[in-house]
């Protein structure tokens, strides 16, 4: 076999190896949750939230956390839609109302955090608490937290008071 056929196999062999890991690659990503943009943890199909954050689309866990982005970061993050806690559907921020502080936390942690004697270590900062669920109605947020508590408030006073 000449030296050009040699590098024509090789050539051919290569490409084909790229597609499938390429092709691998793509079935894998498909297949992983989403992940919040800040904190990493998987979206949560009823808190959900789409914020402008750095001058793109992104993808948060819960209203606490894309507001939370905004106090950190020192950028405004704009909440662009939410995700209606009971049912699922989009919501728009300015006819939504959230529960803050309820007992319910999609993004608590399910594990504790161990410190380095093996003990649990105390969280003193959570940046997806206190959380915030959001309604399309205020009745059913008051609903909800009189099962829940936490305080039922415009989401628009929320999101102002997380920019102060």
């Given amino acids: ?8 196999l090789f050539a051919i062999v290569a490409v ?8 691998g690659w793509r079935a894998y990503v498909r297949t992983q949750p989403e992940q919040c943009y800040a904190c990493q943890r998987p979206i949560h199909a009823h808190s959900r939230t789409v914020a402008l954050a750095n001058g793109s689309s992104r993808l948060f866990c819960c209203p606490a956390c894309a507001l939370s982005e905004q106090r950190q970061e020192g950028k405004a993050v704009r909440v662009t839609e939410l995700t209606a806690f ?5 919501l728009s921020p300015n006819d939504a ?3 803050k502080g309820s007992d319910v936390n999609m993004c608590a942690q399910a594990h504790e955090i ?7 270590a105390d969280v003193h900062y959570d940046r997806c608490a206190p959380s915030l669920l959001a ?18 408030l ?9 920019a102060k």
């Fill in 16 to 23: 084909v190896a790229l597609a499938t890991g390429y092709g």
């Fill in 135 to 152: 309604f399309a109605q205020e009745r059913e947020a008051i609903q909800f937290s009189r099962e829940h508590g936490g305080t039922v």
């Fill in 1 to 8: 076999m000449g030296r050009a056929r040699q590098f024509a």
């Fill in 86 to 90: 009971l049912s699922g559907a989009k």
């Fill in 114 to 120: 161990i410190d380095a004697d093996k003990r649990p």
């Fill in 154 to 162: 415009p989401f628009r006073e929320v999101a102002a008071s997380y």
């Fill in 97 to 99: 109302y959230v529960v």
